[in-house]
């Protein structure tokens, strides 16, 4: 996506006032921030629930224990934006290193106790598609990066469905689920600690084990 492009793409969602220049600086992030805010994002109704566990072939228990274990509460921050999780590391990888060393840029990860906010809008500033692929999204902190596999038309429409409601964040986990083959063992899922082992492991990698992730899946289950 072009600098223009970006632009015109925040005036349509909303930035008003910004000049469609190419010039990306200081009131393009500002219009990141106004347009990726939405105070009023409606929390997922038990029908919205149902038509996910629908087509996972599970249950609405078994995603609410999901939801529990593997989201940290909320999707949204207290600006009403999604809550983000930017990896400077992804920046760097994406861009290769153009715009290292920088608080967005650098082949380490780490730099948590900095805003992701600030560090997305800067690197939005330097190349639109790499910032938003190198953030993680959402009530389940999904990766932009894997736009492409989960069906969106680019890192920008997946960090954007997150915007409009906290059903958009359970339609990403549900996409990354059926993504990653993990239907089968979401369906498992019990309030028997063995029957979540293939989940916890498919979703969290081996280190389920030392975080104990099937057993607080299976306590959610009782």
């Not at 009530?139 to 906290?166: I, N, R, T």
């Not at 359970?170 to 063992?185: D, F, K, P, S, W």
């Amino acid at each position: 996506m072009t600098p223009q492009e970006f632009q015109s793409w925040l005036v349509v969602h909303g930035a008003s006032g910004l000049a469609v220049d190419g010039a990306l600086g200081p009131a393009t992030r500002a219009a990141i921030l106004a347009v990726f805010c939405n105070k009023e994002a409606p929390a997922i109704t038990h029908d919205e629930m149902l038509a996910i566990v629908t087509r996972l072939g599970g249950t609405v228990k078994q995603l609410k224990a999901v939801a529990a274990v593997e989201s940290g509460g909320s999707g949204f921050d207290d600006e009403g934006r999604p809550k983000i999780l930017f990896e400077r590391h992804y920046f760097h990888r994406l861009t290769d290193g153009k715009w290292t060393p920088s608080i967005f840029s650098d082949p380490k990860g780490g730099g948590y106790s900095q805003s992701s906010w600030e560090k997305l809008t800067l690197a939005a500033c330097r190349d639109v598609d790499a910032a938003f692929a190198s953030a993680s999204w959402g009530k389940f902190q999904v990766m932009g990066a894997h736009w492409k596999a989960l069906g969106y038309d680019s890192p920008l429409a997946l960090a954007w469905s997150c915007v409009g409601s906290e059903a958009a964040h359970y339609e990403l986990l549900a996409r990354y689920i059926e993504h990653n083959n993990l239907a089968g063992a979401f369906r498992t899922i019990s309030a028997d600690p063995e029957t979540c082992r293939s989940f916890a492991a498919g979703y969290n990698g081996p280190g389920y084990r030392k975080f104990d992730y099937h057993s607080k899946i299976a306590a959610r289950m009782k």
